[in-house]
């Protein structure tokens, strides 16, 4: 079993609508979940990350941990063609810092 | 945007040619790390180092080998390349963990895309 799972859409949107992005995972020790944004033919950037349970809010980026669930999500109100990217959520191995699971990613389109 | 960088950006060889892919990074980071990306698979660690003569190995089995002489350089080296090797590589880079309960934020390249023959 994969310790992430995303769907890999792709997913496609008219400009303004609000996007939903989800991942889940299995590892009930995960603390640090991160959302990154990977543009074609670059590196992931981080978009934003939170600490344990509950939501943080960046912009038109709401990112949300649901503990109990084991479910992430990534709301982008709003939504731009500039925001056309795949986006990877990645978790923080508890006992190795160095280590990162990721999704696989989901494409998203934003069509003007 | 992240001072951190990689060449070749596109890189394509015959099997069997010894290959060596570079990432430096002006930030000052000790912690450097190589990923593996396939499309539509999930990023791959294959090697990371907490500081300059420290390498360690990640968890996809990968024939390559890296060094860390500087802090801010960390090469890849593939001695034999094959056509299983085809792949996105990416270079990241930390400037690790401050303290319990703090993130320790990665920094990408551009990525080297690779393409064995």
């Known amino acids: 079993q994969k310790e992430v799972e995303q769907d890999p859409g792709p997913l496609s949107v008219p400009e303004g609508a609000i996007v939903s992005l989800n991942c889940t995972y299995s590892?009930?020790?995960?603390?640090?979940f991160m959302w990154y944004r990977q543009y074609s033919r670059k590196g992931p950037e981080l978009l934003m990350y939170?600490?344990?349970?509950g939501n943080k809010e960046d912009g038109r980026f709401t990112a949300q941990v649901d503990k109990s669930s084991k479910y992430i999500s990534l709301f982008i109100r709003d939504s731009q063609p500039s925001d056309s990217a795949t986006y990877l959520c990645?978790?923080?191995?508890?006992?190795?810092?160095?280590?990162?699971?990721f999704g696989s990613g989901t494409k998203l389109n934003v069509k003007p | 945007e992240a001072d951190i960088y990689q060449t070749p950006r596109y890189l394509v060889i015959g099997t069997g040619k010894k290959i060596t892919l570079e990432c430096s990074q002006t930030?000052?980071?000790?912690?450097m790390y190589w990923y593996q990306q396939d499309p539509g698979m999930e990023l791959h660690l294959i090697h990371y180092?907490?500081?300059?003569?420290?390498?360690e190995k990640g968890d996809l089995s990968s024939e390559s080998t890296v060094s860390r002489i500087r802090t801010e350089h960390f090469p890849l080296t593939l001695e034999s390349a094959r056509p299983s090797h085809t792949s996105q590589y990416l270079c990241?880079?930390?400037?690790?963990?401050?303290?319990?309960?703090?993130?320790?934020?990665?920094?990408f390249g551009p990525g080297t895309r690779l393409t064995v023959l």
């Open positions: 990241a880079s930390s400037p690790g963990s401050t303290g319990e309960g703090s993130y320790n934020e990665q920094f």
């Open positions: 590892n009930s020790a995960f603390q640090y």
């Open positions: 939170t600490y344990s349970s």
């Open positions: 990645a978790m923080m191995d508890p006992f190795n810092f160095n280590k990162f699971y």
């Open positions: 930030m000052g980071h000790d912690k």
């Open positions: 180092s907490y500081g300059v003569n420290s390498t």
